[in-house]
């Protein structure tokens, strides 16, 4: 027979069962919605790290005093004026164009603190940052990666398009193993003490024309698209989109969305 040792919670004595318990009711899945509408890029970035360290230091907190304060979770839907951002590992020499032309083209470069290389936001671009305490969901980074890549493949199956994924290279793709393959979600992130930000950014009636002054993603030979090019469109509509992903989010992750207004 296998005897288990009582856990203890501040001060008290608890069994392994009352512990799952304890535990798992402290974890929560309400996640903040914000949708923020054009917002320049560095004051987003901003605001990310505030949520993101503001969670991380109830965490810290919790741990230093044995206590067990619930930490929050926010999802920030944004569009970003012309602006390109390099990743920790990305090469600088996957931007093709110099200061001067991206002036004369209104866009910005700003390199950052997530993963992967180089990425392209614009106008008609959905991005969605999750800056989630994974406690509260599971913890495997990895995982957290393949849902977001479902939550858009499965959005993406509701305008009949059949998203995948491509072996290698995170993000979304069309027509993958093909010469046509094209991508048509970008994502990249940060975890820090199981905390996420940065996330996705999902071409819906994006200009395509300034994919042209980078590599995607340091990715040589693949092309980009927008799902209203891929639907013979002049545009989709950006909120129905975005129900359609936050519905998928919430079954995913089995979270509670609770909208707040915006910044």
């Not at 990305?90 to 200061?99: F, K, M, P, R, Y």
């Amino acid at each position: 027979m296998r005897i288990f040792t009582p856990f203890r919670v501040g001060a008290m004595k608890i069994s392994f069962k009352e512990a799952i318990g304890f535990f798992t009711n402290r974890m929560n899945k309400n996640v903040a919605l914000q949708d923020l509408g054009l917002k320049d890029y560095k004051e987003t970035w901003d605001y990310q790290e505030l949520l993101f360290q503001q969670t991380v230091d109830i965490k810290i907190k919790n741990r230093r005093e044995d206590t067990q304060v619930p930490t929050p979770n926010h999802f920030l839907f944004v569009e970003h004026p012309h602006v390109y951002t390099l990743g920790k590992s990305g090469d600088i020499e996957n931007l093709l164009v110099d200061e001067t032309i991206l002036a004369e083209k209104g866009a910005k470069f700003y390199k950052i603190n997530r993963g992967g290389d180089i990425t392209y936001h614009g106008p008609g671009q959905i991005v969605g940052y999750p800056i989630l305490d994974l406690d509260n969901f599971f913890t495997d980074i990895h995982k957290y990666l393949r849902l977001l890549e479902e939550m858009v493949i499965l959005t993406l199956e509701e305008y009949g398009l059949k998203a995948e994924r491509s072996q290698g290279e995170t993000g979304v793709w069309l027509d993958v193993g093909t010469p046509f393959a094209r991508k048509i979600c970008a994502m990249g992130v940060r975890a820090s003490r199981w905390v996420t930000m940065h996330g996705f950014a999902l071409n819906v009636n994006s200009d395509l024309g300034y994919f042209d002054m980078m590599i995607p993603c340091g990715i040589k030979g693949k092309a980009v698209t927008s799902l209203n090019v891929e639907l013979g469109k002049k545009e989709i509509s950006m909120d129905e989109v975005k129900e359609k992903l936050l519905t998928q989010f919430t079954k995913l992750f089995e979270a509670e969305l609770v909208k707040e207004n915006r910044v």
